[in-house]
DNA sequence: CACTTTTACCCACTATCGCCCACAAGTCTA
DNA sequence: TAGACTTGTGGGCGATAGTGGGTAAAAGTG
């Protein structure tokens, strides 16, 4: 059932020349106990990073995208940035994905890249830009501890 | 049952050169009696060190996690620090784990590590951090006892 | 229609991880 | 006090995951 999912964890990946990514073995069985045989590959709408989906939520999300009125900016905005830059794609006999130019050049990815399991989808950074963002976001925390976001006060960790 | 664990107690830990750690026995059969047969070990959002959660407790905080709104990016550091970071690690015929090279070097251990036990979950630092880190928090709630944080001041210790 | 570029599939190598065995030191018991 | 057991630590080895590269088909371009 996709809404168990439950992808966590950060992995340090290279891409070869051709820009091939292989999915680490763990998420693999992850996707395969899931039903899961391609993926969906976009945009992230806050960050210069890419948002993997395995297909079967993917489904929900662009539903939700495509439902929202289209009378507001940052709707067409969002509709613009995910929908047009989704690529559906299949692992091939490696378990590897092809990661689109264009997609790659949007997240500034050469060689070096880290892929982050975050709940139904994974984010993935260039090695360079994910350690700038971990830094923020320690800092972020640190600082703003006191001041939690909307429904993390409560949080008992 | 989970909410009914007491992790305590501090134990000086050394990995060996492959990054394993062996969980002390008293915390073996702690977990064993709770019926956890996993660990999951991912970053602190407070400090530079990695919190160990049994399997158990961490279907409850992840899904917490996983529930927060992402439009907050306060909550989307949050998720990507404690998400992005969980790994799911089951013991060795030893008791040990293997600590993924990224969340070591997060918590900056290299051999000398200290374990705590804290109620739900365990607090994995570097001995160095962990020495440093003692010594603040001595220091703050000898010269900040008047000023309690927020719920501690009515205690009775 | 021919040529170039890209992509998919196959094979192959190497570093790493997970499992097993082994030992040393400390502790409890008889 | 001596022996047996438990616990913490080290290390070897086989399986496999991660990565690189070649080749043939396919797609795009002039």
Not at 17 to 44: C, E, F, M, W, Y
Not at 65 to 74: E, H, K, M, R, V
Not at 103 to 130: D, M, P, T
Request: charged share 25%; aromatic share 6%.
């Amino acid at each position: 059932m996709a809404n168990d999912l439950m992808l966590s964890g950060v992995s340090e990946i290279s891409l070869d020349d051709k820009g091939r990514l292989g999915l680490p073995a763990r998420h693999r069985q992850t996707l395969r106990d899931n039903g899961d045989k391609g993926i969906v590959i976009t945009k992230s709408i806050f960050d210069a990073c890419l948002w993997i989906y395995p297909a079967s939520v993917w489904v929900g999300v662009s539903r939700s995208l495509g439902g929202l009125p289209s009378n507001d900016p940052f709707n067409r905005s969002m509709q613009r940035i995910m929908m047009g830059g989704a690529v559906e794609l299949d692992l091939d006999g490696q378990g590897r994905i092809l990661v689109p130019a264009p997609l790659r050049e949007f997240a500034g990815i050469r060689r070096g890249a880290v892929l982050l399991g975050l709940n139904r989808k994974f984010e993935l950074w260039s090695a360079e830009a994910y350690a700038a963002r971990e830094q923020e976001d320690l800092k972020m925390l640190r600082e703003g501890a006191g001041s939690m976001g909307s429904g993390a006060a409560g949080l008992v960790l």
